[in-house]
């Protein structure tokens, strides 16, 4: 009776633990458009200006690290403001955009897939294909040397697009390949 109670007791304990939850605060960097503001962010190497950048905010996120980093990357963004004339719904260029992106740890690394079978850039977002992808790109980049800050092993990346059809073919060339640094980003 008492080695039935104890594994009654057990299990009831592992049952608890598997419930348990670890949530983490962590930086998010998401490439955003500024459409319905009067900003401009040069972020090109020319100097180029674009109504759209690569800003942060704090996500409380569970789940497998790195890869939810990535998933977060697209989550909606309603921009809070204090001004009524502001009516912009959504400001993440991917969800805009209508870009899916995924991660997935290999043994090879963190593969990151861009998935542009249905992006579409709406008229109010004046940017080109290729734009919102080195904007994602980049966004993808600054949040993963945020989470990498805490680590101990360099992080390798492979990043593909995938869904491109002969019109968007051109943007498979924006896959890339880097590696992030553990410790404090690079100044």
Request: aromatic share 4%; proline share 6%.
């Amino acid at each position: 009776m008492k080695s039935l109670c104890a594994a009654i007791l057990g299990g009831w304990f592992l049952g608890l633990n598997a419930g348990a939850t670890a949530i983490t605060m962590v930086p998010i960097f998401e490439a955003l458009s500024l459409h319905g503001t009067d900003g401009d962010e040069a972020i090109s190497a020319i100097g180029e200006a674009l109504q759209a950048a690569v800003m942060s905010r704090p996500m409380a996120l569970t789940g497998a690290f790195p890869e939810v980093l990535v998933d977060a990357i697209r989550s909606p963004h309603l921009i809070p403001t204090n001004c009524p004339n502001y009516q912009a719904k959504e400001a993440n260029l991917l969800v805009l955009c209508k870009v899916d992106i995924s991660g997935e740890m290999t043994g090879q690394g963190l593969l990151v897939r861009f998935d542009v079978a249905t992006l579409a850039i709406p008229p109010e977002v004046d940017l080109t294909s290729r734009q919102v992808l080195k904007l994602a790109l980049m966004a993808l980049r600054k949040t993963l040397e945020a989470y990498q800050v805490r680590q101990q092993e360099p992080l390798k990346v492979t990043v593909v697009v995938v869904g491109a059809d002969e019109g968007k073919a051109a943007l498979r060339e924006l896959g890339v390949k880097f590696e992030v640094a553990p410790g404090p980003p690079a100044r």
